[in-house]
């Protein structure tokens, strides 16, 4: 177990001001480390983050020529076509910002554990610059739900009936949530100050799980507590 305790959390008072800090953070690390490999979060909570970058993009100021970018999770059973692939969200909250690399996920493959060993091969080639990763409302991140083990890689997993309840509105129904999804594990291998965790306004519904993770130097039940104890400078 780390000695060391993780960053204080930094608790800032509407989404927008979260949002703001996040593109900056992500920007900035852009242009220190131009050849960055990056993770990125999806859903609605990064949609502002996006925005700063778009708007850095737009202006010259975000160098993103020579970075990857590296999918974080997808449904399975959405091809990359799919409008309601996180492939495709990322193609829209994107769009202007050109990376040299996009590395993606396939939801649409036959053999999901080929698909995650294939994924997994691309993490393990070098060391993630900077993963952003949203809070989930049960404090998943990724699709990797409470009770993921530290050292998982990317895998198939079935949805917490809380994660496919959040995503009904998305897909115009519980009933058409998919069951299962592919993710990137805890073990995904990081620089150091290289994750970032991103939660929306403490009043939204993600706030109890917020608390804990920012509470808690060690809380087992949630995977980005988890990832706070093994990475002291995981900022929250």
Same mark, same amino acid.
């Given at each position: 177990?780390?000695?060391?305790?993780?960053?204080?959390?930094?608790?800032?008072?509407?989404?927008?001001?979260?949002?703001?800090?996040?593109?900056?953070?992500?920007?900035?690390?852009?242009?220190?480390?131009?050849?960055?490999?990056?993770?990125?979060? +999806?859903?609605?909570?990064?949609?502002?983050?996006?925005?700063?970058?778009?708007?850095?993009?737009?202006?010259?100021?975000?160098?993103?020529?020579?970075? +990857?970018?590296?999918?974080?999770?997808?449904?399975? $059973?959405? $091809?990359?076509?799919?409008? !309601?692939?996180?492939?495709?969200?990322?193609?829209?909250?994107?769009?202007?910002?050109?990376?040299?690399?996009?590395?993606?996920?396939?939801?649409?493959?036959?053999?999901?554990?080929?698909?995650?060993?294939?994924?997994?091969?691309?993490?393990?080639?070098?060391?993630?610059?900077?993963?952003?990763?949203?809070?989930?409302?049960? $404090?998943?991140?990724? #699709?990797?739900?409470?009770?993921?083990?530290?050292?998982?890689?990317?895998?198939?997993?079935?949805?917490?009936?809380?994660?496919?309840?959040?995503?009904?509105?998305?897909?115009?129904?519980?009933?058409?949530?998919?069951?299962?999804?592919?993710?990137?594990?805890?073990?995904?291998?990081?620089?150091?100050?290289?994750?970032?965790?991103?939660?929306?306004?403490?009043?939204?519904?993600?706030?109890?799980?917020?608390?804990?993770?920012? !509470?808690? #130097?060690? #809380?087992?039940?949630?995977?980005?507590?988890?990832?706070?104890?093994?990475?002291?400078?995981?900022?929250?």
């Amino acid at each position: 177990m780390s000695a060391t305790a993780p960053a204080a959390p930094l608790v800032l008072d509407h989404s927008l001001r979260v949002a703001l800090l996040g593109g900056e953070l992500v920007a900035n690390r852009l242009r220190a480390r131009p050849r960055s490999r990056l993770i990125l979060p +999806t859903g609605h909570t990064p949609l502002g983050l996006y925005g700063v970058l778009r708007a850095h993009a737009l202006d010259g100021s975000l160098p993103t020529r020579n970075a +990857t970018l590296l999918q974080l999770d997808e449904y399975l $059973g959405l $091809g990359p076509a799919d409008e !309601r692939s996180y492939r495709a969200y990322l193609r829209r909250e994107l769009h202007g910002v050109r990376f040299g690399c996009l590395q993606g996920l396939d939801g649409s493959t036959s053999d999901p554990e080929a698909e995650g060993a294939r994924y997994q091969a691309l993490l393990d080639a070098a060391p993630i610059d900077l993963a952003v990763l949203g809070l989930g409302r049960d $404090g998943h991140v990724a #699709f990797d739900e409470p009770g993921s083990p530290i050292g998982a890689g990317v895998r198939r997993v079935r949805l917490h009936p809380t994660t496919r309840a959040d995503a009904a509105g998305d897909f115009g129904g519980l009933e058409r949530v998919p069951e299962e999804a592919l993710t990137v594990g805890l073990g995904v291998r990081l620089k150091e100050g290289s994750v970032t965790g991103v939660s929306p306004h403490p009043a939204s519904k993600k706030a109890p799980a917020t608390r804990d993770a920012a !509470r808690r #130097f060690f #809380f087992i039940k949630h995977p980005i507590s988890k990832k706070r104890h093994n990475n002291p400078h995981c900022a929250l």
